[in-house]
């Protein structure tokens, strides 16, 4: 293990420092970026199997203080995966500043993640959604500008009221500290937490996730849902882990955004919101366990990194795309020079993901929502239970969805004639997702203990009646259901609506 402060505060701030200097030098800073990622994420991994723990200040005596240990390892493999999975895919696509700028919010999480002061949290955020806000607006048209502006406006909001229970924390415990909290009055860890779950996607202050996830650009999405909402994991879990009172009241959050938004997922028939929900309730799971929330919402972040980026936004129930070309041809659907090799790897990895997500056996999912559910209060298995039946329904239907897409992209492949002039380079992307899959595979061969008989029964349990219940349901008109929601989220903005509530809450504390 490496222990010198000098180190980790150039792993902090290097990526930024890339970022900047990619501004002017631009083809010779991107593959160090790559480099960096890949060295990062190799480090990182390290950390986890062995157990790394450090601290440092920065500036010496009187400086920031930072700690690189379980909370911070497992989110920053996370994040520097899905940064360099974006990167590496969508290389040829990319604008002209989108590494720079997942670079230097790569710096910001890091911050985030291993900070243990509230006020070097607050502006790892503030650059975090500065970030995502770019991120966002990536896409460049009407609605991609609206959302990000409204992405910016509810998460500046979002840190006031954070920065409020700051200040009142501050007047209690005289420190900015995060172990020092104890000091603090219940109102103050209330707006803390209120403006940390704003961040993390948690339900119902992560109302902006399924609109925002559902119209970003493929790179952005798989960036927002791998790090990006994971900003939010580490704070909470580090109080968690000193404060009970946050614990017990995290457990009834963190329940109601895994049943509700799994349930909101289940009647959902576009697959980028329905990702989108899905991510409100692994991450309300995640938040149940202080000690497992971080690696939990790694695996969650890797897996939704890389079924965003096998999901094509011109295949049919894919975006809102689908109901601009639903009239279209099966043709109109068809890449320009997709290959079956091509075709039969994004399905395998969309499928490989989705089982880990799942928690089927043999996938790294199954590991974390083992070690997960072995961590929290009895009461709380039941409901998690029930939201892994609705998270195994919901994903029944997405591998159904791509399975068909598959079929029909097989049929325009074999009547194209231009597979023959297909380049072996294309197939690079692919070969580098089935690895990733294979990764998935063997996270789960290293840790024996947790496949067990029963684990397994109740694994394979709710795979079978999700499939069932997934049966019962197929038939419903579920659009008539959920659109009248989703038009009212899209147009009075979800992070407007979750301002509201917090400003409520401050009218009614009278601060």
């Known amino acids: ?11 902090t701030f290097l990526p930024a420092t890339i970022g900047f200097l990619g501004c002017v030098f631009h083809r010779i800073f991107f593959p160090i970026s790559l480099a960096y990622l890949a060295a990062l994420s190799a480090f990182s991994l390290a950390g986890i199997f062995n157990s790394w723990e450090t601290s440092y200040t920065l500036m010496w005596i009187g400086g920031i203080q930072f700690s690189f240990d379980q909370y911070t390892y497992p989110l920053l493999f996370g994040t520097s995966f899905s940064i360099f999975t974006s990167l590496l895919l969508f290389r040829k696509f990319l604008s002209h500043y989108f590494y720079q700028i997942a670079l230097v919010l790569l710096t910001a999480l890091i911050v985030s993640f291993s900070a243990v002061d509230l ?14 806000f770019l991120l966002i607006a990536d896409r460049n048209d009407n609605k991609s500008l609206f959302l990000s502006f409204q992405y910016l406006i509810g998460g500046g909001l979002a840190m006031l009221i954070y920065l409020i229970g700051v200040i009142s924390a501050f007047q209690f415990s005289t420190t900015f500290l995060i172990k020092d909290l104890s000091y603090a009055t219940p109102i103050a860890l209330c707006l803390i937490v209120a403006g940390l779950l704003t961040k993390a ?70 697959d980028g919101r329905a990702l989108g929900w899905s991510s409100v309730s692994q991450l309300g799971l995640a938040i149940l366990s202080p000690t497992y929330a971080c690696i939990y919402a790694m695996q969650h972040g890797v897996c939704k990194a890389l079924l965003f980026s096998t999901l094509n936004p011109e295949d049919p129930a894919t975006h809102e795309h689908h109901e601009k070309s639903q009239h279209h041809t099966s043709n109109s659907n068809h890449q320009p020079g997709l290959t079956k090799f091509q075709n039969y790897a994004s399905l395998i990895v969309f499928v490989i993901a989705s089982l880990s997500v799942m ?58 004639k231009d597979v023959q002039k297909i380049k072996f380079k294309w197939y690079f992307n692919q070969f580098y997702l089935v690895v990733c899959a294979i990764a998935i595979v063997s996270f789960s061969i290293n840790n024996w203990s947790v496949l067990t008989y029963d684990n397994i029964m109740n694994s394979l349990s709710a795979t079978g009646l999700g499939i069932i219940l997934y049966a019962s349901v197929v038939g419903l008109q579920a659009v008539k259901i959920v659109k009248p929601v989703t038009r009212t989220l899209d147009l009075v903005g979800a992070p407007f609506v979750v301002a509201a509530l917090l400003l409520a809450n401050l009218l009614y504390f009278k601060i």
């Open 1 to 11: 293990m490496i222990e010198s402060p000098l180190f980790y505060a150039l792993l």
């Open 119 to 132: 006020v070097s949290i607050y502006i790892a955020l503030e650059l975090t959604g500065f970030c995502a």
């Open 201 to 270: 996607g948690i339900f119902i202050c992560g109302l902006w996730v399924p609109n925002i996830y559902s119209h970003a650009s493929p790179q952005s999405s798989a960036i927002l849902a791998g790090c990006v909402t994971c900003a939010g994991i580490a704070p909470i879990a580090r109080m968690s882990g000193d404060l009970v009172p946050i614990a017990n009241s995290l457990v009834v959050i963190g329940v109601l955004s895994a049943v509700v938004a799994a349930l909101y997922a289940v009647f959902e028939r576009d």
């Open 359 to 416: 928690a089927f056996p043999l996938t790294s999912g199954f590991i974390t929502k083992t070690l997960l559910k072995g961590d929290i209060p009895t009461n709380a298995k039941i409901i998690v239970s029930t939201s892994t039946l609705l998270t195994t329904t919901v994903y029944v239907r997405l591998i159904w969805s791509r399975i068909q897409v598959f079929l029909r992209k097989n049929r325009d492949i074999a009547i194209n």
